[in-house]
């Protein structure tokens, strides 16, 4: 069964810093890797998605690495702003050459981020 | 722009009661899916379609129900409202397949409804 874990589960840090997100799983067969973030009692956004062929996908301040086979990604948040605060999660979904999983995701349990003026 | 609907953002229901939480997706996408996100639990699969009028079990199923009738509609029915169905609930949509296009698998998800069950 996959395993999703996050580390670490909460970081503050100062406006402006770099900083890194980290995301293991167990198994290395998934298809691809998603990176959410979900504001305080609101739904999950989509932020990045890498497929399992890519080693990485950016977007704006945003970098997101895989290494399938140490079954390893991070997220890369570049200049750090108050506005970035949030929880951050990742997903994998199987990979799945018959199509019965449906694109069901597994998720770690976030990371909770503070970015302070 | 994509979107999933989540009808209702707050519900309080009294225990016992039959809820309905409604999901739409204006994506064209096949596979839609429920889950709850609690603290310290995260969020876990309660169940998902692939298809209309088809379903599949998540991982806790217990005490829900689903429907869908509609390609882009999903219902999630909680059959008799327990106190321990007090959670915040998360609707979501894929397509189906895993196409080249990298676009095309992300799960997009409602703003979610927050069910209070007193």
């Known amino acids: 069964k996959q395993e999703v874990t996050q580390i670490p589960a909460a970081l503050s840090v100062p406006e402006g810093e770099n900083l890194v997100l980290n995301c293991s799983f167990t198994d290395s067969a998934i298809y691809n890797l998603q990176w959410f973030r979900q504001d305080p009692g609101k739904g999950l956004t989509s932020l990045l998605l890498i497929q399992s062929s890519q080693r990485e996908q950016t977007s704006g301040r945003l970098n997101a690495s895989l290494d399938k086979s140490s079954g390893r990604s991070t997220l890369y948040i570049a200049a750090s702003q108050p506005g970035d605060s949030a929880t951050y999660l990742c997903a994998v979904r199987p990979g799945d050459a018959g199509g019965t999983s449906y694109g069901k995701l597994t998720f770690g349990q976030g990371t909770i981020l503070t970015v302070h003026p | 722009d994509v979107k999933v609907t989540q009808s209702s953002r707050y519900l309080v229901k009294r225990t016992g009661e039959k809820v309905f939480l409604e999901c739409v997706q204006d994506?064209?996408?096949?596979?839609m899916f429920w889950y709850r996100q609690d603290p310290g639990l995260g969020l876990r699969l309660i169940y998902f379609s692939y298809d209309v009028k088809m379903k599949e079990k998540g991982d806790i199923p217990e005490g829900y129900s689903v429907s869908r009738e509609k390609k882009e509609r999903f219902s999630l029915i909680l059959e008799s409202a327990s106190t321990n169905q007090t959670s915040m609930y998360l609707c979501a949509s894929t397509p189906h397949g895993q196409g080249k296009a990298s676009g095309k698998n992300i799960q997009y998800f409602g703003a979610g409804t927050r069910l209070s069950v007193l």
């Open positions: 994506m064209d996408h096949e596979n």
